[in-house]
């Protein structure tokens, strides 16, 4: 039997969180101020877990790069395996919010969402032509 000693992120509170974890199994949370900080402590001791944030290449955009986030947290496990296939990744203008970039990445369940919207090159040029 181990006891682990973590912050609590879920909430402002940021509770101490002390959690006794016996191999697979978690026997218990203290310090808790709310029902988040149990399940936090119990997920972050078993099974922790990420939202990772990058950013893709954009082909003929008004940016360069759109910024991504995974649309749940990855297992820690799998971070470096979803930042390898950000990385590699690229995709063509336009880009909406929300827009799945990598369905599935890392074999994970999981897919990376643009968060901002990214213009086709071409239609910024003809908004300044006609204004």
């Known amino acids: 039997m181990t006891t682990r000693n973590i912050t609590c992120i879920l909430c402002p509170q940021g509770c101490n ?14 310090g808790n101020a709310c029902g988040k900080g149990k399940s936090y402590g119990a997920e972050e001791c078993l099974d922790p877990r990420r939202v990772v944030t990058s950013s893709v290449k954009v082909i003929g955009g008004e940016y360069p790069l759109v910024s991504v986030k995974t649309a749940a947290p990855v297992p820690k496990a799998a971070i470096w395996d979803c930042i390898r296939a950000i990385n ?44």
């Open 88 to 131: 590699a990744a690229s995709v063509n203008a336009p880009v909406s919010i929300g827009q799945v970039i990598i369905e599935n990445v890392a074999g994970t369940g999981i897919d990376v969402i643009a968060t901002r919207n990214v213009a086709k090159s071409d239609d910024i040029v003809k908004e300044k032509i006609c204004i």
């Open 17 to 30: 969180l002390e959690v006794t974890v016996d191999g697979d199994s978690v026997i218990q949370v203290k």
